[in-house]
T-cell receptor
């Protein structure tokens, strides 16, 4: 079945540091890949997505590239801010059949000033 | 604001009781999904409805049931509650029931259930 393996947290960085959160997946066919973010006390928000190999999703300074050869979708940001502190979830959905999302375990990110 | 509305936001109930969680999807979305987020299990897919019919079932216990009504709102019923059912329950919605080039699934803010 489908699965997502996500970098263990928590991750603590100083403001303006470079961020990478690793995500690899196992899936049949060609899934779509997503990063969701959960800010403290809030629900899940879509951060970015990519639907085919070599696509790059980007939003709010975050980027992730769909790498089929390494089955990865790592999240990056060049300069993090305190407001980026949240839990980040990598997820996939199969490209055929229903759309349910399979999530990774989440990575808690804390940015210190 | 994702446009997905869940009520109640917080709920405390005793073991053995039954609760109903309600979800209104985004306008125009036909699919509704229920997810459970707990500390030990992470985010788990429970069930999906599409235009009133069950489309997919995940790790949903027999004590739990759901339905989607003609106006497309959905309810998740949890019965014979146990301490381990304490979790954040998310509802989500999307336009279609079948994957079409990465349709986005939009999540509500969740319903916090505490079983004491």
């Amino acid at each position: 079945g489908n699965s997502v393996t996500q970098m263990e947290g928590p991750v603590t960085l100083s403001e303006e540091a470079f961020l990478t959160i690793n995500c690899t997946y196992t899936a049949t066919g060609y899934p779509s890949l997503f990063w969701y973010v959960q800010y403290p006390g809030e629900g899940l928000q879509l951060l970015l997505k990519a639907t085919k190999a070599d696509d790059k999703g980007s939003n709010k300074g975050f980027e992730a590239t769909y790498r089929k050869e390494t089955t990865s979708f790592h999240l990056e940001k060049g300069s993090v801010q305190v407001s980026d502190s949240a839990v980040y979830f990598c997820a996939l959905s199969a490209n055929f059949g229903n759309e349910k999302l399979t999530f990774g375990t989440g990575t808690r990110l804390t940015i210190i000033p | 604001d994702s446009g997905v509305t869940q009520t109640p936001k917080h709920l405390i109930t005793a073991t053995g009781q039954r609760v109903t969680l309600r979800c209104s999807p985004r306008s125009g979305d036909l699919s509704v999904y229920w997810y459970q987020q707990s500390l030990d299990q992470g985010l788990q897919f429970l069930i999906q409805y599409y235009n009133g019919e069950e489309r997919a079932k995940g790790n949903i216990l027999e004590r739990f049931s759901a339905q989607q009504f003609p106006d497309l709102h959905s309810e998740l019923n949890l019965s014979s509650l146990e301490l381990g059912d304490s979790a954040l329950y998310f509802c989500a919605s999307s336009v279609a029931g079948i994957q079409l080039s990465g349709n986005t699934i939009y999540f509500g803010e969740g319903s916090w259930l505490t079983v004491v």
